[in-house]
């Protein structure tokens, strides 16, 4: 057992480490960590009005986690797989005795490092909510929580994809669009239009696999298990299928 | 050391490899020639474990790269065509992550590293980036990764292509000082330095071996006595065959 483990995960250390430092080696994590502040800063300032609320929470600076991560989680997968493939590295990394699913949890845990930096960088906005008001702090932690657990998910689509095709923007297109559908599945739009053709259940079915309502009962500073399990069970869904359509190379 | 059974690969109707099969002894420099297209590359990442054969398998130091994959490839130095790499990495950094991902950690790492760069002699451009190297370098790069585990049996696909005539000697004095303790898969389409550094050769066509021999030998089977004579006879005709 202990053997066929260390097989299987025997190069995640050199993956992870490679993957880090390629994001940290070129302008990649700095300029995705810019923008993406940026952005989530102009939503929570300009769009929820932030100041204007009243309340000392950060749920309009939460609300924006979904569609955030829904475009710029795809930008930071994209490269992971596409990139080998284009450089043709994926042979180099084929031919050295490595397990997939060590490559696989490798890269995809560089790139769920970066965008935990990016959440962590937040934090000025978490100091400045608790310098004006008295927030409930253990409702915020658990919202980061679920929230870093979810960009976790949008990072598996985006890493699965790059493995599928060898081309980073097309796999950032398919990526983003996926990414939307499960997304949106839990808009109240897209809800009421299911619930009018499948009626109550249907509706619920579909929300049931949406980012945004799985993600609600955390905005409210609900830890619900079902939310965890289901963000924790998508990656590993994703993750799984990379490690398939990676090793579909060797078949030529 | 290296085993090849009747290997087979077909890309859709494309039948690419034909059953290719030869063995290769400790101390032998192995000249893969043939011209663009033959299957030497298909044959030779089927060889490194990157490509699965349709059917046939290639034992690396007595270990199947079917039934045993990861044995296989441990006891195996590759060099891709074209030496592919980590191109924002340094050289160092690049060594390391090779050392890393075959399970080699601390002293022996470091060794590795270190001797693997005074091997490929590529001390001078540690500090650089590879994505600002000379193609020279750069294949210089990819064969210190290629050869710093020590393994018993090195394929490399063209290692001496692009390279400047300097480069070339210095690459093929590489292979010289090595070639007494290891078995080497060359593949190359410049047939003036198989006599120089391989100790046999091997003609493949169409996914087919078609000779095999010395260099020498080889050579005499051309009307001139040269390998590039023997070179277009032995590919005219098998094309003439299968007109």
Redesign the interface.
């Known amino acids: 057992m202990m053997v066929w483990l260390r097989?299987q995960f025997?190069?995640f250390?050199?993956?992870y480490?490679?993957e880090l430092?390629?994001y940290f080696?070129?302008p990649m994590a700095y300029v995705f960590l810019a923008v993406f502040l940026l952005a989530l800063g102009v939503f929570t300032w300009e769009a929820s009005r932030f100041f204007d609320t009243g309340s000392a929470d950060l749920a309009p600076f939460f609300v924006w986690h979904p569609w955030l991560y829904m475009i710029f989680l795809p930008a930071l997968a994209m490269r992971l797989w596409a990139d080998e493939r284009s450089?043709?590295?994926d042979?180099?990394l084929?031919?050295?005795?490595?397990?997939m699913p060590g490559l696989v949890l490798g890269k995809l845990l560089a790139a769920w490092t970066v965008s935990g930096v990016g959440l962590a960088l937040t934090a000025p906005m978490w100091v400045t909510v608790n310098v004006l008001g008295s927030p409930d702090n253990a409702a915020i932690m658990l919202t980061y929580m679920v929230s870093f657990l979810m960009a976790g998910a949008y990072l598996s689509i985006g890493a699965a994809i790059s493995a599928l095709t060898g081309s980073q923007v097309t796999a950032f297109v398919i990526s983003v669009v996926i990414a939307f559908i499960f997304t949106a599945a839990g808009w109240p739009v897209v809800l009421s239009g299911v619930k009018s053709v499948f009626g109550t259940g249907g509706a619920e079915l579909v929300a049931s696999f949406s980012f945004l309502a799985q993600f609600e009962g955390a905005q409210r500073g609900v830890l619900e298990l079902r939310a965890v399990v289901f963000f924790l069970g998508f990656t590993a869904f994703w993750a799984t299928l990379n490690g398939l359509w990676a090793t579909r190379q060797?078949?030529? | 050391m290296l085993d090849i059974q009747r290997l087979e690969k077909s890309f859709g109707a494309k039948h690419a490899v034909r059953g290719v099969s030869f063995r290769l002894e400790k101390g032998t420099v192995l000249g893969f020639l043939g011209p663009n297209g033959a299957g030497k590359s298909t044959t030779m990442r089927m060889i490194a474990g990157v490509l699965e054969p349709d059917a046939g398998d290639a034992l690396i130091d007595g270990k199947s790269i079917l039934a045993n994959r990861r044995e296989a490839q441990r006891a195996l130095g590759y060099l891709p065509e074209g030496a592919p790499l980590y191109e924002d990495m340094t050289p160092p950094e690049f060594l390391f992550f090779m050392a890393s991902a075959r399970g080699m950690n601390g002293v022996a790492r470091k060794d590795g590293v270190e001797r693997a760069i005074a091997d490929a002699r590529i001390s001078t451009v540690c500090d650089q980036r590879i994505g600002s190297l000379s193609k020279g370098y750069r294949r210089r790069v990819g064969l210190a990764g290629a050869i710093l585990h020590d393994p018993p049996v090195l394929l490399l696909d063209e290692p001496t292509d692009g390279l400047d005539p300097n480069q070339k000697r210095a690459v093929r004095a590489l292979i010289a000082r090595m070639a007494p303790h290891k078995a080497i898969l060359i593949s190359t389409h410049t047939l003036t330095e198989v006599p120089a550094m391989c100790t046999r050769a091997i003609v493949v066509d169409r996914g087919l071996v078609i000779a095999d021999g010395t260099p020498e030998a080889l050579a005499k089977k051309s009307e001139d006595g040269t390998l590039e004579g023997a070179f277009t006879r032995l590919t005219d005709q098998a094309e003439a065959e299968s007109a």
């Not at chain 1, 084929?94 to 397990?99: I, N, R």
């Open positions: 097989e025997g190069g250390t050199a993956t480490r490679r430092g390629a080696a070129t450089a043709g590295t042979e180099l084929l031919s050295l005795p490595l397990g060797r078949l030529g």
